[in-house]
């Protein structure tokens, strides 16, 4: 069984573990420069759009309606950590699917004691870290986002949902899931669907995968399966979702070694800000994570990750790489040996929303216009000709990398100078 | 956090869990990667020795003279795990009317409280809603001037 762990309201809930005052009222979270909110209270919900340009809310914040705060990526990033750290207590197998989001493998539990453990979890997590989350379990990864859906939306549930395959209970979840609930069923295609009769989840599910295929594509063949309870998805698909862009490798052997390992982040930094020009986002933030080998219990462990948020929205290769660089300057740490490396995107924004960009980003347009046409081209060079043809050289070392945050809360977990005072 | 479901000091607390295991109690898994373990075997790590639990381990420091009563100084940094489940006799910090705070978790008739170390501040009972347990202070690390 796959669980998936999704932190509710993931940047306001942390804003709350050190600011208790913010509990129950409405909160949004801008992006830097303040431009706009990126991440809502369920409190500020019916207030606030998802995206609305900060300066229009300046009444709502005087007249205290609302409390708007900075975005604090290295207080979220420290945090994510941990909560996936507890999980980690908890079974073997965690794969961070975002800086919120977190699958779990589950093996060898009879239902009674999964879904037990399942709720051990929801308590520890909160307990241990203050960030309150929900748990969804079921047999695939597609079945377990509906199933934590259902336990974020249906009271009943007390944030923890299990589904198990061929019961009553999975085939009510899915007879009352709407197409587009579906993990990686969008507009267009829902319409496509709808002119074969298809409504909900459960009408999907009873269709032969082969035709979908045929019909439709591979993708869509796999959510076919994966609805009919049988494992097709595999976390490093490059299908799955557009809210978020992770490329990660194992090394081929356990490394030490500073130059491979930033090697393979800049490879995996690059490939990241391909896949997201190809579907026309921008990232405001990159997460890097480095893995030692938890098999291994004779080594020492180190499984850092950091997040470094981007000084505007952007798709270029260029500034992605250096943010990514500098993470892994943060949290590399020689002697220990390192299995895994992977870059994260983060917060991804539609290029196209025009008045979004404009809002955020200090860059000029002749600046993105000349960054457009050098990314276009090295894509261009790098798809003829083969992956890597056209490279990106390393920053100079040492070069001044400074972050803008002008509204942000302190970053409590991260440094000495900004821990909670108390008395 | 939702203001209705508070997680509440156990008014006859459950034994504790098994010590953390080693492998996993270093210091550099998360939170903490310490420079220390780079000399492992050739030096202590602090770290080691005050963090059990580094994911639900945070670190506050101390304003005002409102502990002294308990040894707890202006300017000191606390070492607060949010795993324990609380006991009687346990520093803790905790959320009363919104504010965090540094309190003493006392029995008073058989009934939960939390108090002050100054005697100006009558105890709060710990069944008030406004009132919540953030985590409990394993170590307090004073700095002597030198």
Known sequence: MIGLIDCNNFYVSCERVFNPRLD?????????????????????????????????????????????????????GDMSRRVQSVLEEYTPEVEPYSIDEMFAHFHGFTPAALL????????????????????????TRTLAKLANRA???????????????GSAELKGILQRTPLDDIWGVGGRLRERLAVMGLRTAWDLAQQDHKAIKRKFST????????????PAIDMNDPSEGRQRIMTSRSFGRLTESKAE?????????????????????????VMVFLKTNRHRPDLPQYSPSIVVELAHPTDDSREILHAASHALEEIYRPHYRFMKAGVMLLDLIDANRQQLSLLDTPQSGAERERSHKLMATLDELNKKMGRGTVKLGTPSPGAAWHLRCAHRTPRWTTRWEEIPKIS | MQPNTPYRAHPAPPLLALPYPLALGRAGLSGFPSPAQDYE???????????????????????????????????????????????????????????ITIKRYQQIGNRPYLCSGNPRYQPVALTDLDCQVWGVVRSVIHEFQV
């Not at chain 1, 759009?49 to 914040?61: D, I, R, T």
């Open chain 1, 24 to 76: 129950g009222r409405p909160v949004g979270v801008m992006s830097n420069n303040d431009g706009c909110v990126i991440a809502r209270s369920n409190e500020i919900k019916p207030l606030v759009k998802m995206g609305a340009p900060a300066f229009q809310l300046q009444q709502l914040v005087r007249s205290g309606q609302i409390h708007l705060v900075s975005s604090n990526y290295e207080l979220y």
């Open chain 1, 116 to 139: 037990e453990h399942a709720r051990e979890l929801h308590h520890k997590v909160r307990q241990y870290t203050g960030i309150p989350v929900c748990v969804g379990v079921a047999p």
């Open chain 1, 151 to 165: 336990a974020k939306k249906i009271d009943g549930y007390g944030g923890v949902c299990v589904l198990n395959a």
């Open chain 1, 219 to 230: 993708t869509l063949e796999r959510t076919v399966i994966e609805l009919q309870g049988k």
């Open chain 1, 261 to 285: 390992i930033h090697e393979a982040i800049r490879q995996h930094g690059q490939r990241s800000a391909e896949k997201l020009r190809s579907q026309d986002s921008l990232a405001r933030a």
């Open chain 2, 41 to 99: 075997g050739r030096t202590l790590d602090l770290n080691e020795h005050l963090i059990k639990r580094p994911a639900s381990t945070f670190f506050m420091g101390v304003t005002g003279d409102s502990m002294e009563a308990f040894g707890i100084h202006d300017g000191d940094t606390l070492v607060v795990d949010r795993s324990l489940d609380p006991r009687p006799g346990h520093i803790l910090v905790a959320l009363v009317e919104g504010e």
